[in-house]
């Protein structure tokens, strides 16, 4: 049995698979701590985990995200990622780092699995650290890592292959290091010296290279390929959270109208998740609107809010339900219109439905890339879509064979690979009665 450490910031979109990722350890055996966010525990213990509360300067809640970050306010573009990345995920990393220190100063830690966003788990590699647990990044985000055959991560930009490509992205690589996130870089460096005496072992994005494993939930079909990718990179599939795509709801029942999706009309099921849901009219709307007069069934899911909060009159061909059941809503769904869910577009890969996807925040741009990279979809390259453009993608999915074809690829794969369990697989042939390395 492995004393394992999860970590997670207090962000729903994080602490699902994180969640995910704990249960399956703890059935396997394991001792598991989750350190994470107070309004989490409830999730935490549920899953069979012991809950470690974070310390208040580094506890949030992202329901209201503004208000514990007001100087976020307005800002967009290179602006407002940087604000995010040094205010949200990087000034807590030292608040962090004391608390994983005083988990494993209480009872030692074996392995220490923390997602991307995590800086707490990055400070654990600056410098020389002797005896410090081993580190496995858990890639619940798509990969990140710098390669020359890749963009930087964030710009949603696709490979390009050649000298050529390699040169475009030697000079955003540099562009990105140096110029646009070079402050974020400095402050990241000046939190890692302030908190271990040393600066960071990467570029800040780059850190979970320098982990003593990355185990990347997707499957490399829906990844860019890196020759240059380290051999500590581990591909194993995403994590299953259950047929329920909308966090902890309790049961779901199933609505009246659910027989009506096994009718003659296509069934386009369209979600904006259940965190960038307050705003319907950046996708949801423009959905409602575009397809209303096609003969399709449009199913709406909110996401958890109340089905009320999408006022107003709705066409005939629509229907609208604060939850539903993926595992049972996706084997009869023909196109799925998403702003880009890492988790969600999974779900959707996995019963092999081609997408239409509208995403610009978060790794929603990364997200969306590598959706029509992989020729599972159509990325709209927005965040607030049109309605015609909305429209005009879905009737383009239908009528061409080929996205569902390339998504039911991606599906089989993701149905082959073993998920958490290969995490799981992982850490028990690292552990042993010494050292893991």
């Known amino acids: 049995m492995a004393a394992v450490l999860v970590c997670s910031t207090p962000v729903i979109g994080h602490i699902n698979p994180m969640v995910a990722v704990a249960q399956g350890l703890v059935d396997r055996g394991h001792d598991v701590r989750f350190l994470t966010g107070r309004r989490f525990e409830d999730r935490v213990v549920g899953a069979g985990a012991s809950f470690v509360p974070l310390p208040v300067e ?41 608390a994983v220190q005083q988990v494993i100063a209480a009872r030692p830690v074996d392995v220490v699995l923390a997602e991307p966003l995590f ?37 949603g930009i696709r490979p390009m292959p050649g000298p050529v490509g390699r040169i475009r992205n030697r ?34 994005m780059d850190w979970p290279r320098a982990a003593d494993h990355l185990v990347q939930f997707t499957v490399p079909e829906f990844e860019y390929p890196r020759p240059d990718l380290p051999d500590t990179v581990h591909f194993v599939g995403p994590v299953s959270q259950g047929g329920l795509r909308a966090g902890d709801a309790g049961a779901v029942f199933l609505p009246e109208w659910w027989d009506e999706l096994d009718g003659d009309r296509p069934v386009i099921h369209v979600t904006q998740g259940t965190v960038a849901n307050q705003d319907f009219d950046e996708l949801v709307r423009p959905a409602i609107e575009g397809l209303a007069h096609d003969d399709v069934m449009v199913v709406v899911s909110t996401g958890g809010r109340p089905v009320e909060a999408l ?58 890339a590598r959706v029509a990279w992989s020729g599972a979809g159509i990325n709209l390259r927005t965040k607030r879509a049109k309605p015609d453009a909305v429209a005009k993608a879905v009737r383009e999915v239908l009528g061409t064979p080929s996205y569902r074809e390339a998504s039911q690829r991606i599906g089989a794969s993701i149905r082959e690979s073993p998920g958490v369990d290969g995490l799981a697989d992982l850490v028990e042939s690292l552990y042993g009665p010494g050292s893991f390395r």
Do not use: W
């Not at 949030?60 to 573009?77: A, H, N, Q």
């Not at 604000?83 to 004391?98: C, W």
């Not at 908190?195 to 800040?204: D, E, I, R, S, Y």
């Open 58 to 98: 580094a506890d949030f809640d992202d329901t209201k995200i503004d208000e514990s970050f007001p100087g976020r306010v307005g800002l967009k573009g290179p602006k407002g990622i940087r604000y995010d990345l040094r205010e949200v995920f990087m000034r807590p990393g030292k608040a962090q780092y004391e």
């Open 119 to 155: 800086m707490g788990a990055s400070l654990l590699l600056a410098g020389d650290q002797p005896g410090r647990p081993v580190v496995i990044n858990c890639g619940i985000l798509p990969l990140s890592l710098a390669s020359k055959d890749t963009a930087p991560f964030g710009l």
């Open 171 to 204: 000079v955003l690589q540099f562009v990105s290091e140096r110029v646009v996130f070079a402050p974020v870089q400095k402050y990241a460096d000046d939190v890692a010296r302030a908190t271990t005496g040393a600066t960071l072992p990467t570029f800040f």
């Open 311 to 368: 006022e107003g009159p709705l066409p005939s061909n629509v229907r609208v339900s604060s939850y539903l059941p993926y595992d049972e809503l996706l084997p009869k769904t023909d196109v799925l219109v998403t702003n880009g869910g890492y988790g969600g577009v999974h779900f959707a890969l996995r019963h092999g439905v081609p997408l239409v996807v509208a995403g610009e925040t978060e790794d929603k741009t990364e997200v969306s």
